[in-house]
């Protein structure tokens, strides 16, 4: 089998979906991938760097901005899987209540609840703060807890201090640190989130495995990628969407 | 390499301008890892001394413990106090997770095993020099103890120095129960962990460039401190 | 009359080997018991069993209950041990362990130094004067607490002509006013002024025990014979 | 608590499974650490034993940075490696990162001046006892070195014991130039950190009660095969 | 006569003090140079200085350029410096310094054993020795190399009349077969028995400088004269 190397990011790795993949892409293909699980920011990095062949994130202004550095050859949509907001199970500030996600956002805000940010510029810390703007408030005070952290130590924060937290549903469900929190809000599409596979771009690096890189996307855009990925179920729960678009 | 020049640049830029978060979280960095030497140093000094000079039958277990407990991953210990401290748990009352004294706490835990280890060993070859005397003039267990870490003072120090090292630059376990919260709990080490999830790697380097820098300069001031007092040997 | 110490088959091993005994005698005289003996013949094992540094078998009993507490008990060792301290500190080391304040005890100590011609620069470091300086330090030292009983094993071994006077002064002075005193010497001039009764080791074996004047006349075995013409041993 | 509990039953469970991925990691983690340990130890003592016996202007402040230096903080030490490893980099076509290689290039940075800074405090006070037999020998620098090194045996473990430790429990470095891959660069501590990131406490628990015992283990094995040789006091 | 050794204006000073000297010299006999004086005097400081232990000032001259060379001088010092050895190692190894085999050093360790008459398990500590058993380790260790000078300080001090008799017979055997000695020693019957020539020191300077019998029986200076009777000496 041949190695490649693949950045991702802990949400993806953390669901557990990895695990199903991996072993039917070397089945399939012969590619032995090793995935390298760091932050959005980080794994864009290593991709720059030449130090992995590909990467898969979710954060698209990121990724066009790396991939007009020429970091990358193009980027291609795989699957998608939604976030949610986690909170304590009485859910003080009735943000279960909202209709939308912007207006929990707003029932927290109003009842000063603890809310812990992954604060680390991650694809999901990006788009909790454009869900902030989008509901008009500039999160700041006592009760917002900007963190720092990767999603499952972020999670662990927010469960030792039965804060509200914004996740991604599928590091949810796998987390087992769950102490008094409950998913208290989902369903706004707005939440949805597309992950991304964008190969590194052999021009810039003349020794990343691109003919592998090519082959694992062609695998991930395959029926039998679509039936893993849709079939990957948790606790009766379907994790991630397939989304790609089959030329 | 660019990376690596441009954090010193990043460093000298953070530095000159006095940057107010900088501050805050260099100090404290500082606080917790002081705090958490004083009292591993409370601990631990005495300790050492004691295990350098009582003998009893799980003498050699006790100490290899030690210097296994100086492996401890700071990770782990995180968890174990986390689960301590955490609201489920037996100590969950006091609301003392997500602060600094949670962090001088899991700090206490990692550092007192070294410096008790360091100290045991110095304090092993004084007290082959002091044997004979200590005995002959009927010194008390206290007293023995006492006399052997106030003649120590110098590796005592030293004991006490790696101790802090380990701390200041420590962030598995302070990551865990102090939570890295902005304006709360966020150290320059956690900060460095931070940037370099975000992919920022000139910040990074450039918040170690001061982490070591302070490292450094804290050894500086207490060696120099120390030396004025005494001789050559001691 | 009656023994002030007496030992009953003492002896003191160490890995399976015989250092010293098993030796059994009676001190009765108020005057200095010297040990003598060739080298290696215990006399350090000897002095230092009685005192309780070394772990020994048979019976050792003193007189007199007072002398048998530790702090009753002075020994200047054969090679002074030196504390990490000034040589006024380490003389007023005895004092600080029976909690005497800092000052008052250095003036003690300055005292002795003077007593026993300790002319030095008492606040430097005792690691830095002479080798005799540092047996009159050591005999300063076990002065300072006015012992009941003293053990000196050799003290006069690095000192000038002079200064040796000197100690034996001050130990028949202190004789007098009632300290036992024990001490081992391979000055046979130096025993013969001093010795009340006589001890002499060989391999280990109390070969014989003797009074003053008497032994060093007319000793009674081959070996203590042989030693005092300074003849050949074995 | 149940946590702490349910990971000392997942540990016994793992361990009595012979679990193959745990037996995996495990011997990555001890591989990494012990060559890191190697290589650290013939850089550290020598530098450690160095520093101890020669006298130049700017040791103290050599000392203070080797002091500091024990304060890297580990994810500083990742950047830069992970800086100079990667294919961007200076050593890129080596094609070293991701690999256990760079891990031990990462903890050998981080151990060194762990063990040359116990290293020097050793010897120095072995150099204040043979100074004047080595200078009077007419001993070579490079022959003071080999017999303080030697004689020092002792401390000397228990120095490279110390960077085992640091090095076997140490995180932040290794998963950065590691990179945590399964089945290539996992080893223990970065799995620890993978299971806290689940909300798995029990599993890193349990993981953690492994490398202690690991720790402890080759500290007793260490000890125990090092003491059976000698004495008491060396 | 030629000098084979010669001293002008020599001096070692300490932290701001004059320890010894000036003192200059012509040593031109090739009896046995003895140093004499009070504790305190300098002589310990003077023989260190000349083989080049003490920074000092002023100049040295050796007649034979043979002499100067580090590895043809031998010291025994005051106190014994033990290494953390067997004894048999510890008389090896000036021998190993010079690259002489293990098996070989050992062998031709114990033929000096003998000749010193060290009669003890040689394969022991040397820790576990006594004390006048450590001096005559020295006394061989000094030997081993059949050193072209060898400077003694005090080597009798804690020896028996029986081996102080058969160390002074070595001596005057090696002085006989051309090898320097320069000594110090308080026993005025060792002095007179060995010293063809005698420098005498009094508080750092040298009174007199006399020629062995000529010395003894009228010594020139007031304070030789009074030390030579065991007088008062300020
Ligand atoms: N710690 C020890 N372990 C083993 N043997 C020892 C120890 N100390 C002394 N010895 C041995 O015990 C014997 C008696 O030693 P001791 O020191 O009592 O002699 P000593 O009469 O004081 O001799 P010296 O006149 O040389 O001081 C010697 O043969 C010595 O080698
Ligand atoms: N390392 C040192 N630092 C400072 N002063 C010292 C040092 N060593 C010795 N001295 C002092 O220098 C003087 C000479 O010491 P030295 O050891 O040469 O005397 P000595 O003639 O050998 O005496 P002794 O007969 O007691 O051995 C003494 O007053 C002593 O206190
Ligand atoms: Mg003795
Ligand atoms: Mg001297």
Known sequence: ??????????????????????????????INVQLLIV??????????????????????????????AGNGTHRREIMYNDFIFVGPSDDPAKAGAAEKATGALQAIEA???????????????????????????APEGDWYRAVGQGMGAALNTASGMNAYIMSDRASWLKFANKGDLKLVFEGDPILFNQYAYMPVNPEKHPHVKHDLAEKLEAWL??????????GYTLNGETLFTFNAKTE | ??????????????????????????????????????????????????LAINRFPARRTVIALLNGLMGLPPVVVGLFVYVLLSRSGPLGVLGLLFTPTAMVIAQVIIITPIIASIAHQAIRELWADYHDLLISLGATRRQRLITLIVDGQRPMLTASLAGFGRGIG???????????????????????????????????????????TLAISVNLVLHTLNRTERGSRW | MVSWLSAEGLSVRRGGRTLMGPVSFDLTGDGIAVVMGPNGAGKTTLLRALHGLERRRGDVRWGDAGLAAGRNQAFVFQSPVLMRRTVLDCIAFPLRLDGVARAEARARAEVQATRVGLRVDLGGAVEDISGGEKQKMAMARALIRDPGIMFLDEPCANLDGRSTCEIEDILTQIRD??????????????????????????????????????????????AATAYLRGDILL
């Open chain 1, 1 to 30: 089998a041949e190695d490649m190397k693949m950045s991702v990011t802990t949400s993806f790795a953390n669901s557990g979906l990895a695990d199903v993949l991996l072993p039917e892409i070397k089945a399939d293909t012969g």
């Open chain 1, 39 to 68: 932050g959005t920011g980080q794994a864009l990095k290593l991709g720059a760097a030449g130090d992995v062949d590909a990467v898969l994130v979710h954060s698209r202004p990121a990724e066009e901005k790396w991939l007009t």
């Open chain 1, 111 to 137: 009842a000063k609840a603890p809310f812990v940010s992954r604060g680390d510029d991650s694809g999901t810390h990006k788009m909790e703060k454009r869900l902030w703007t989008a509901a008009g408030i």
């Open chain 1, 221 to 230: 855009v395959s029926d039998k990628a679509k039936a893993l990925i849709n």
């Open chain 2, 1 to 50: 390499m660019s990376d690596f020049f441009g954090g010193i640049a990043q460093a000298a830029r953070l530095i000159l301008t006095l940057d107010p978060d900088l501050a805050e979280i260099t100090l404290l960095s500082l606080r917790v890892s002081l705090m958490a030497t004083l009292i591993a140093s409370l601990i631990g000094l005495p300790l050492g001394a004691w």
């Open chain 2, 170 to 212: 420590e962030v598995g376990a302070i990551m865990i129960v102090g939570g890295n919260i902005d304006h709360a709990t966020r150290v320059l080490t956690t900060a460095i962990s931070l940037e370099t999830g975000k992919g920022d790697f000139e910040m990074a380097l450039a918040l170690g460039l001061i982490l070591i």
């Open chain 3, 177 to 222: 006013s009632g300290t036992r005193i024990m001490m081992s010497t391979h000055d046979i001039g130096q025993a013969r002024r001093l010795a009340g009764e006589v001890l002499f080791l060989h391999q280990g074996k109390l070969e014989e025990q003797g009074i003053g004047d008497t032994f060093f006349d007319a000793p009674k075995s081959k």
